[in-house]
């Protein structure tokens, strides 16, 4: 898995933003309805949200626990660590980025044309629905990139895989993969 690139994001959001222009003006002339996500996707796009924040929380919590609770110091209470948690969890962060990038994008897009339509529309409900997505795309895409940066080990740890229960590989070639993944 690779790390995200805040310039990758950008460039997502850059090149959605003219396809979404595109295809709203090819959806307008053919007088279709607007491609703009309804208000309610709002709280599904928030509880994703709060679910990648909170996982991201838990795990920097784990990850530093001086700048936990107090109770998290304590090694005999502590919760054994499970590695595969936090790839769970930067990958969701990577996902959420990725659709906030898409969705800031997008409606981006869609925000110039509607910007262009302010003196000639009666309602304005559509600009301000692209407002609110845009604005939640960013913050998805904030969000994701910093969750996705805490699931990292830290650099200055150089035992870090020796105190994981999944040490990783030692040797170039781990046991019992039976020669499948060797270019000999």
Same mark, same amino acid.
């Given at each position: 898995?690779?790390?995200?690139? &805040? ?8 090149? !959605?933003?003219?396809?979404?222009? @595109? =295809? ?8 279709? @309805?607007?491609?703009? $996500? ?7 796009? $928030? ?11 838990? $795990?920097?919590?784990?990850? %530093?626990?001086?700048?936990? +609770? ?13 590695? /595969? ?16 990038? $898409?969705? !800031? ?7 110039? %044309? ?16 692209? /407002? +609110?997505?845009? +604005? ?9 990139? =910093? ?17 994981? &229960?999944? &040490? ?5 070639? +781990? !046991? ?9």
């Amino acid at each position: 898995m690779r790390y995200l690139n &805040p310039w990758t994001l950008v460039v997502v959001a850059a090149v !959605t933003a003219a396809v979404g222009w @595109s =295809i709203n003006h090819v959806v307008s002339g053919a007088q279709q @309805s607007l491609l703009i $996500l309804p208000w309610v996707s709002l709280v599904a796009e $928030l509880g994703a949200g709060v679910v990648v924040g909170y996982l991201g929380l838990r $795990l920097r919590v784990y990850r %530093d626990p001086e700048k936990g +609770a107090a109770r998290r110091t304590d090694p005999a209470r502590r919760k054994p660590y499970d590695p /595969v948690w936090a790839v769970g969890t930067a990958a969701a962060a990577q996902a959420i980025a990725y659709y906030g990038a $898409l969705c !800031t994008g997008w409606h981006a897009g869609l925000l110039v %044309d509607q910007v262009a339509l302010l003196a000639v529309r009666s309602t304005q409900q559509p600009l301000w629905q692209c /407002v +609110a997505q845009v +604005a939640a795309g960013v913050v998805l895409m904030v969000l994701g990139w =910093i969750v996705e940066k805490s699931c990292r080990l830290p650099p200055d740890d150089p035992d870090a895989e020796e105190e994981t &229960p999944y &040490p990783g590989r030692r040797d170039p070639y +781990a !046991t019992g993969e039976g020669g499948y993944a060797r270019h000999e």
